[in-house]
């Protein structure tokens, strides 16, 4: 009986350790990790699916969105961040818009996990992160992104929320043709009908075959005109001009005398001769005179020193030796000074800033080799000081296709 009594208790003591024991608890908990990190991804791939069919124009619609209280509207604010229409007004688009996705508040405790979900499995999706204190703490990246009073307010935006927002471009308007009304209208023999001016028209055959001389018929304007395939090469000093409807070599008037250097040429808008200047006659450019105490010798475009010179503290002044023409240049060693830019450049970089130079007009821009083929912005948004710049794109971020460091910055879809 003692025996029977001790197997009970040992299969009894057996069974407990297997159903509680360490093992079970450990297994338990990390089970409970693994739940929690699922519906906290699930949360942010429904965020996700909404802002891109937000993107694409169309709704998605899923049990996921009613449960985590997702929205996502247009919103569009003006120069001065306030909140205005997303249409085209009088030919002109609202200077930013964006798409805004929220969230319900997610509980505080679940934010480092949040954060961590956003950095493994979103690191590309740009401004999407937790909302907390007016910024927004995005993913994979230490930046925090302001928002605008006006998105804020629209949205009702709290701390805790899961927001993302993205830029985009107010389309076009299309524009509609109206087709020509089906207005019955007989026309008489030797006429056809044709929708012209907004209305039907009967519009006379053109029976005109042929042309006289060197002319040739032209079927827009209607009439005979000079055919320019008829146009004789005429000698060095002959002018070919168009007589009784053909073509002939006319020398210039004999009392037309002309000066050296000069031809006379025939001026088609009046029909008189004039003298202009002979282009066989190749000019002789002289060199530059480097002997000018004026200037440092150098090649042609090297850098001169110039006495008086009117050139910034960040610009130098290069010589053409043929010309004679001094022009200034930005001088992108000169960043780094003081006078040149007021602050340190290495903190201008990053994603939403860049350093730029402030170029006054498109003469200047055309002598810097360095900015050619590139669209250099001229606009209230860019100084045009003549020194180096910082622009703050804000929550925008900047072009990188259109920008050229250290001369040219551009934010994606204008500044924000």
Same mark, same amino acid.
């Given at each position: 009986?003692?025996?029977?009594?001790i197997?009970?208790?040992? &299969?009894f003591m057996?069974?407990y350790?297997?159903?509680?024991g360490?093992?079970t608890?450990?297994?338990?908990?990390e089970?409970e990790?693994a739940?929690?990190?699922?519906?906290?991804r699930?949360?942010?791939?429904?965020?996700?699916?909404?802002?891109n069919?937000k993107?694409?124009?169309?709704?998605?619609e899923?049990?996921c969105?009613?449960?985590?209280?997702i929205?996502?509207?247009?919103?569009? &604010?003006?120069?001065?961040?306030k909140?205005?229409?997303?249409?085209?007004?009088?030919?002109?688009?609202p200077?930013?818009?964006?798409?805004?996705?929220?969230?319900?508040?997610?509980?505080?405790?679940?934010y480092?996990?949040m954060?961590?979900? &956003?950095?493994?499995d979103?690191?590309?999706?740009?401004?999407?992160?937790?909302?907390?204190?007016?910024?927004?703490l995005?993913?994979?990246t230490?930046?925090k992104?302001?928002?605008?009073?006006?998105?804020?307010?629209?949205?009702?935006?709290?701390?805790?929320?899961l927001?993302?927002?993205?830029?985009?471009?107010?389309?076009?308007t299309?524009?509609?043709?109206?087709?020509?009304?089906?207005?019955?209208i007989?026309c008489?023999f030797?006429?056809?009908?044709?929708? $012209?001016?907004?209305?039907?028209?009967?519009?006379?055959?053109?029976?005109?075959?042929?042309?006289?001389?060197?002319?040739?018929?032209?079927?827009?304007?209607?009439?005979?005109v000079?055919?320019?395939?008829?146009?004789p090469?005429?000698?060095?000093?002959?002018?070919?001009?168009?007589?009784?409807?053909?073509?002939?070599?006319?020398?210039?008037?004999p009392?037309?005398?002309?000066?050296?250097g000069f031809?006379a040429?025939?001026?088609?808008?009046?029909?008189?001769?004039?003298?202009?200047?002979?282009?066989?006659?190749?000019?002789?450019?002289?060199?530059c005179?480097?002997?000018?105490? $004026?200037?440092?010798?150098?090649?042609?475009?090297?850098?001169?020193?110039?006495?008086?010179?009117?050139?910034?503290?960040?610009?130098?002044?290069?010589?053409?030796e043929?010309?004679?023409?001094?022009?200034?240049?930005?001088?992108?060693?000169?960043?780094?000074?003081?006078?040149?830019?007021?602050?340190n450049?290495a903190?201008?970089?990053?994603?939403?800033?860049?350093?730029?130079?402030?170029?006054?007009?498109?003469?200047?821009?055309?002598?810097?080799?360095a900015?050619?083929?590139?669209d250099?912005?001229?606009?209230?948004?860019?100084?045009?000081?003549?020194?180096?710049?910082?622009?703050?794109?804000?929550?925008g971020?900047v072009?990188?296709?259109?920008s050229?460091?250290p001369?040219?910055?551009?934010?994606?879809?204008?500044?924000?």
């Open positions: 009986m003692n025996i029977f009594l197997m009970l208790v040992s &299969l057996a069974g350790y297997m159903f509680f360490p093992n608890r450990v297994y338990e908990q089970t990790y739940v929690a990190q699922s519906d906290l699930s949360v942010a791939e429904c965020t996700m699916a909404v802002h069919a993107i694409n124009n169309y709704v998605f899923d049990v969105v009613e449960q985590n209280q929205k996502s509207e247009y919103i569009c &604010l003006n120069a001065n961040l909140d205005t229409t997303c249409e085209i007004v009088h030919g002109r688009k200077d930013f818009s964006f798409i805004v996705t929220t969230t319900g508040t997610l509980n505080p405790g679940d480092n996990e954060t961590e979900i &956003l950095e493994q979103f690191p590309g999706a740009g401004t999407f992160g937790i909302y907390q204190d007016g910024v927004i995005a993913a994979g230490s930046i992104r302001q928002v605008p009073d006006a998105i804020r307010a629209k949205m009702e935006m709290q701390d805790g929320q927001v993302y927002i993205t830029q985009y471009d107010v389309p076009d299309e524009k509609e043709f109206s087709e020509p009304g089906q207005d019955d007989v008489p030797g006429t056809s009908k044709n929708y $012209r001016f907004g209305r039907w028209q009967c519009i006379g055959y053109n029976m005109k075959s042929s042309c006289g001389g060197d002319m040739i018929w032209d079927s827009d304007l209607m009439e005979c000079p055919d320019e395939s008829r146009k090469l005429c000698g060095s000093k002959q002018t070919a001009v168009m007589v009784d409807n053909v073509w002939e070599c006319v020398d210039p008037f009392d037309r005398t002309c000066p050296g031809v040429r025939l001026n088609y808008d009046s029909l008189e001769w004039e003298c202009v200047e002979d282009p066989s006659v190749v000019k002789v450019q002289k060199k005179d480097m002997s000018s105490k $004026r200037f440092v010798r150098g090649r042609f475009g090297a850098t001169v020193r110039v006495q008086n010179s009117s050139c910034t503290d960040c610009e130098k002044m290069v010589l053409d043929d010309t004679c023409e001094t022009k200034c240049v930005p001088d992108e060693t000169k960043i780094s000074s003081p006078s040149c830019y007021p602050g450049p903190e201008c970089s990053g994603l939403s800033r860049a350093i730029y130079f402030g170029f006054p007009n498109t003469k200047y821009i055309a002598n810097v080799s900015v050619a083929n590139v250099v912005p001229l606009d209230s948004h860019h100084s045009q000081n003549r020194k180096f710049n910082c622009l703050d794109c804000g929550v971020t072009n990188i296709l259109k050229v460091y001369y040219v910055a551009v934010c994606n879809g204008g500044r924000q």
